[in-house]
Every structure is written in C-alpha cells, then in structure tokens.
C-alpha cells in the first residue's frame, strides 16, 4: 500500500506594501505625486502616506500634514516658521515610527529631510532620498553626512553621481522631471488664441515663484518692470501662470494697484510660457522649465538681507540660474538682490525683445542645456528605484 501524504499549506495574503512620503515645497509634492502615479501602474496595490500637498493628495496619497505652509526658503524665512517647522518634523518622526513603512521617500526639502532620514534610518526603515542637495555648489562635505543617513541618493543631473561614487555611497541618477512634465497642452498658435492674445505682439511673462514670500518680494519689483515696458515698448502683452500654492488674493494684492493689464493664468504654465517672447522668472525649477522650452529670459532673485550675505559666504558657484550652471557659463543674465530693480528687469528684456540676433543666441543655447538633460524618464525611473528597494 502507498500511504499519498499531502502537506497542505495556506497562502496567507501579503499585506500591501506601504511608503512614506515627505515632501515639503511645491515642486517636491509634484514629484512625489508623479513618482506614485507611476509606481501605481506596476503596483496598483501599494499604498502611501505623508507630508504633502494638492498634487500627491489627488495621486492618491495619504496626506497626514499638508506642507504648503512650511515651503519657505532662506535662513531669516525659514526662522520665522520654525516653530511650525519642528511641529511638522515630530510629527512626521512620530508617524514614521507608528506607521513602520516598507520605505521612506524623502523628496527635497533638505535639512527637514535630513533629520526625518536620520529619525527612520534608526528604526531599520529604508531611505530613498530624492533630489541631492547642491553639494557642487556649496558644503560638499555634506555628502558624508547624507550617505550615513540613506540606503540610496537619486539624483536629478548626471555630474552629480561623482560626489557620491568618491565616497562609495548608493547613488543613481535618474534624469530631471522637468524633462517629462514640460509639455504644452497645446500649439502655440492655439494658446495664445486661448488666453486673448495678440499673435502680432511680443508677449511677456511674469514667474515670481511658488512660495508667498518669493511673490511678496518679487512680483511688485516685477510689475514695476512691466509698467517701465508699456511705456517704451506699448504694445507688449503681460502674462502671469499662477503657480497652485499661490492664493488670488495674495496676487491681488499687487495686481489691482497697477493699471498694466498682466492676464492671470491657472493651471496651464507651460502653454503660457510657450506664448511668451521674453520671461521674468525667479530662480529655481521654473528657470529650467523656461529653459526646456527654450525661450529668452532674465533670472531674478531677492533674499532677506542676512540669507543673502551668509549665502556668499558659503556658495562657491558663480552662477545661481540652473540653466548657467548646467552650461557651465553665463547664458542667461542673473539679477541679484539690489541688482534685481525694475530698470534692470524692464532693460534686459527689452533687449532681449529688439537684438534679435541677442535673442537667438540665447534660444541656441538653451536648446544645449536641454539636450544636456537627456530624454527625461524621471518618475518612472524613481518608480522602479523604490520598487527595487522595496522588501
């Protein structure tokens, strides 16, 4: 007799896989929400919670805190709100250690993350850190210190895995997002059609940036220049693409005490940027995304006083417009702190709208520093970076 013996076992279903985003300003809450939209194709079990906004609470991620009002740059802004600053972080500390996430996405927001990275790596939790801080322009000591604290460093240009690699710590480049998302909805020619404009005309647009701090110190400066423009040059257009974390009201502010007529735009940046001849635009991400489609523009920038002068002590780049430094020179003028004046804005972009052959030249060479980004990628790439890290 054969004696069949059958060892019967039960498949206990695996609990979803959960991580843990922490994303403090505007761009880094677009990056998390696009890097978990991807991850939901491959994995539409997966599940995330964190700190956030807008954009990663429409993809579908758990936001435990909303972050918009703690996206401040500079030492004297960032004191200011450092009470709600150290309320977000044990917050967040305290939720990652209740919570014990499959992995912990911090995206940006460096110091803040940093010290949230440290709080997890203590707990055995995985840390994905996502866009390097600028250690080729300042403290790159810095790198060290960020790799004790994280399993894997992605970074968003290709000469930033060097740092890294010196020092043996996990390191992936893994293309801009910009290149991926910097899309136009439409053709120019029907853009500009949308928004009332006159395809004849030279247009202008305004950036004065994402955080209300940037709006409040640079778009009266910018307004001032618009106004210098309708008197020189009267038959410029005005176009401003109202970022999300920005109010109404807030631009309402400035706006209703000009008579320059400057169209307001919700939710479409890049077919108004698209529409434009010339920008002014703030530095940052947008100076980038000015870039990717290739339009002339001048790089503003004011700070409180004191993050200014401590930024010059510390800063060893020349240049703090993304599209200089990826070229490696100055292709773009830069207007900085008392350089950043209503004369100075108003004069280079006319120029920039009258030297044609001053115009393209500049067009030349950002069509360079978009080659130089490669073919994008970004989110589907971090897609696949936290899956292979996942446990």
């Given at each position: 007799?054969?004696?069949?013996?059958?060892?019967?076992r039960?498949?206990?279903?695996?609990?979803?896989?959960?991580?843990?985003?922490?994303?403090?300003?505007?761009?880094?809450?677009?990056?998390?929400?696009?890097?978990?939209l991807?991850?939901?194709k491959?994995?539409?079990?997966?599940k995330?919670?964190?700190?956030?906004?807008?954009?990663?609470?429409?993809?579908?991620?758990?936001?435990?805190?909303?972050?918009?009002?703690?996206?401040?740059?500079g030492?004297v802004?960032?004191?200011?709100?450092?009470?709600?600053?150290?309320?977000?972080?044990?917050?967040?500390?305290?939720?990652?250690?209740?919570?014990?996430?499959?992995?912990l996405?911090?995206?940006?927001?460096?110091?803040?993350?940093?010290?949230?990275?440290?709080?997890?790596?203590?707990?055995?939790?995985?840390?994905?850190?996502y866009?390097?801080?600028?250690?080729?322009?300042?403290?790159?000591?810095?790198?060290?210190?960020?790799?004790?604290v994280?399993?894997?460093?992605?970074?968003?240009?290709?000469?930033?895995t060097?740092?890294?690699?010196?020092?043996?710590?996990?390191?992936?480049?893994?293309?801009?997002?910009?290149?991926?998302?910097?899309?136009?909805?439409?053709?120019?020619?029907?853009?500009l059609?949308?928004?009332?404009?006159?395809?004849?005309?030279?247009?202008?647009?305004?950036?004065p940036?994402?955080?209300?701090?940037?709006?409040?110190?640079?778009?009266p400066?910018?307004?001032?220049?618009?106004?210098?423009?309708?008197?020189?040059?009267?038959?410029?257009?005005?176009?401003?693409?109202?970022?999300?974390?920005?109010?109404d009201?807030?631009?309402?502010?400035?706006?209703?005490?000009?008579?320059t007529?400057?169209?307001?735009?919700?939710?479409?940046?890049?077919?108004?940027?698209?529409?434009?001849?010339?920008?002014?635009?703030?530095?940052?991400?947008?100076?980038?995304?000015?870039?990717?489609?290739?339009?002339?523009?001048?790089?503003?920038?004011?700070?409180?006083?004191?993050?200014?002068?401590?930024?010059?002590?510390?800063v060893?780049?020349?240049?703090?417009?993304?599209?200089?430094?990826?070229?490696g020179?100055s292709?773009?003028?830069?207007?900085?702190?008392?350089?950043?004046?209503?004369?100075?804005?108003a004069?280079?972009?006319?120029?920039?709208?009258?030297?044609?052959?001053?115009?393209?030249e500049?067009?030349?060479?950002?069509?360079?520093?978009?080659?130089?980004?490669?073919?994008g990628?970004g989110?589907?790439n971090?897609?696949?970076?936290?899956?292979?890290?996942?446990p």
């Amino acid at each position: 007799m054969i004696d069949l013996c059958f060892n019967h076992r039960t498949t206990v279903p695996q609990p979803p896989k959960r991580i843990f985003f922490s994303a403090g300003e505007s761009s880094g809450d677009q990056h998390a929400a696009n890097m978990f939209l991807e991850l939901k194709k491959s994995r539409p079990d997966i599940k995330a919670l964190g700190m956030g906004s807008q954009k990663m609470a429409q993809a579908g991620i758990d936001i435990r805190y909303d972050s918009a009002n703690i996206g401040v740059i500079g030492v004297v802004e960032v004191i200011k709100q450092y009470a709600e600053i150290h309320r977000a972080l044990n917050l967040m500390k305290q939720l990652v250690a209740n919570e014990r996430p499959d992995l912990l996405v911090c995206v940006d927001y460096k110091e803040f993350n940093f010290k949230l990275a440290k709080y997890a790596k203590q707990l055995g939790i995985k840390v994905l850190f996502y866009v390097s801080p600028q250690v080729w322009a300042w403290r790159p000591g810095r790198v060290k210190k960020y790799g004790a604290v994280i399993d894997m460093m992605a970074v968003i240009f290709p000469f930033e895995t060097q740092y890294y690699q010196a020092e043996n710590i996990p390191v992936r480049y893994v293309g801009h997002p910009s290149v991926d998302k910097v899309h136009p909805q439409y053709a120019k020619s029907e853009a500009l059609q949308q928004f009332g404009l006159d395809a004849t005309k030279p247009v202008v647009g305004l950036l004065p940036g994402s955080r209300n701090n940037e709006i409040k110190r640079l778009l009266p400066v910018m307004i001032a220049a618009a106004e210098q423009l309708q008197v020189t040059l009267p038959n410029v257009q005005f176009i401003l693409p109202q970022a999300d974390s920005i109010s109404d009201a807030l631009l309402s502010n400035y706006l209703q005490h000009t008579t320059t007529v400057i169209k307001c735009v919700k939710n479409q940046p890049y077919d108004v940027i698209q529409c434009c001849d010339a920008v002014m635009t703030t530095s940052g991400t947008a100076t980038l995304e000015v870039a990717l489609l290739a339009v002339p523009m001048v790089i503003v920038y004011k700070l409180a006083a004191m993050t200014y002068w401590l930024g010059r002590l510390l800063v060893n780049t020349p240049f703090i417009g993304l599209p200089n430094i990826i070229a490696g020179k100055s292709i773009i003028k830069e207007l900085i702190q008392h350089e950043a004046s209503a004369d100075n804005m108003a004069n280079e972009i006319k120029r920039i709208l009258t030297d044609i052959e001053y115009q393209q030249e500049m067009r030349n060479h950002l069509t360079q520093v978009k080659q130089a980004l490669g073919q994008g990628g970004g989110s589907k790439n971090m897609a696949a970076l936290a899956l292979e890290m996942l446990p």
